[in-house]
């Protein structure tokens, strides 16, 4: 079945520089790719998503990107600030599947 | 705004004993989950549900079974936990399936002694 890696499992970055978070998946059929976040001692909440039929997203300071041949995708947050500081998630799934598959997620920490 | 609401917060639990783990949500949403969150292992998802009365296996399901009995309610049960379930559990609720945003509860800890 469909397997999603990331591939940082902490990320230290000085505030205001940009963050990446890569992942990869396993399956050419997925479709859908979303990233969560998780901030200390709470629950997950999503914060942007790509769908296959286009290669970048961007949402404010948020900007994912998608490159189907290599299977891999990548969030890269800009002008990084205190509140980043998080625990991110990137998930796939294929159309029509009814569930999603996690990464392990990436421990992000902005330095002062 | 979505809710998903989860009950008990925390439980302390006997191994052998039976646990049953409570998710709601007010969303009108099909789709509803259950993960289970250990550190180093990301997100696994145990059961999910499309439609009342119906469940079916996630990616770990083994030692758990899942009851949906109304769109709104999906309960976990560990019929006979063991140290190795503890863990938090997130359920969660989603309009589209693995198509769409998913809406988390605000998890369970969960520890079996």
């Known amino acids: 079945g469909e397997k999603v890696e990331q591939h940082e499992s902490t990320l230290s970055v000085r505030e205001g520089d940009s963050a990446v978070i890569n992942c990869t998946y396993t399956?050419?059929?997925?479709?859908?790719f979303p990233w969560y976040k998780q901030e200390a001692g709470k629950s997950l909440h999503f914060v942007i998503d790509i769908r296959s039929n286009v290669d970048r997203k961007q949402s404010q300071r948020l900007i994912v990107l998608l490159d189907k041949k290599a299977k891999r995708f990548s969030l890269h947050i800009t002008a990084t600030q205190p509140e980043d500081s998080a625990i991110y998630f990137c998930a796939a799934s294929m159309y029509n599947q009814g569930k999603l598959i996690f990464g392990q997620g990436t421990k992000l920490s902005i330095k002062p | 705004e979505a809710a998903v609401t989860q009950s008990p917060r925390s439980k302390v639990a006997v191994t052998g004993g039976k646990v049953t783990l409570s998710c709601h949500q007010t969303?009108?949403?099909?789709?509803m989950y259950w993960y289970r969150q250990d550190t180093g292992h990301g997100l696994r998802l145990i059961h999910y549900s499309y439609v009342a009365d119906s469940t079916e296996k996630g990616d770990i399901p083994d030692g758990y079974k899942a009851s949906r009995p109304s769109q709104e309610n999906f309960s976990l049960i560990l019929e006979l936990a063991s140290l190795s379930q503890t863990a938090v559990y997130f359920c969660?609720?989603?309009?589209?399936?693995?198509?769409?945003?998913?809406?988390f509860g605000p998890g369970t800890r969960l520890t079996v002694l």
């Open positions: 969303n009108n949403h099909d789709y």
């Open positions: 399956d050419t059929a997925s479709s859908y």
């Open positions: 969660a609720s989603s309009r589209l399936g693995g198509r769409g945003e998913q809406y």
